[in-house]
């Protein structure tokens, strides 16, 4: 799956939160999607980065993407349920 020409179905940007707030911001945004509908999140570098990703694939969703941006932050694009 091509995921740099996939549309992108929401959008967060939680670079002003601290962990664990990050990830349940992430997930309260895919609460907000159906199965198989695209999430791209926005994140710091550290923990956020680290952390955010591993705990979507272990709720069974599936990370497509995880690239720098020239801010310095992180973009994160999810599949919700793409592991199920």
Not at 33 to 55: A, H, M, T, Y
Request: charged share 30%; with cysteine; glycine share 8%.
């Amino acid at each position: 799956m091509n995921t740099e020409n996939t549309p992108v179905d929401a959008r967060v940007d939680i670079t002003g939160v601290v962990c664990p707030i990050t990830f349940v911001k992430t997930k309260v945004a895919l609460e907000e999607l159906e199965d198989g509908q695209i999430l791209e999140v926005k994140l710091n570098d550290g923990e956020p980065v680290q952390n955010v990703p591993r705990s979507l694939k272990d709720e069974g969703h599936k990370v497509t993407r995880v690239s720098r941006c020239e801010d310095g932050a992180w973009l994160l694009t999810v599949v919700k349920g793409g592991l199920q």
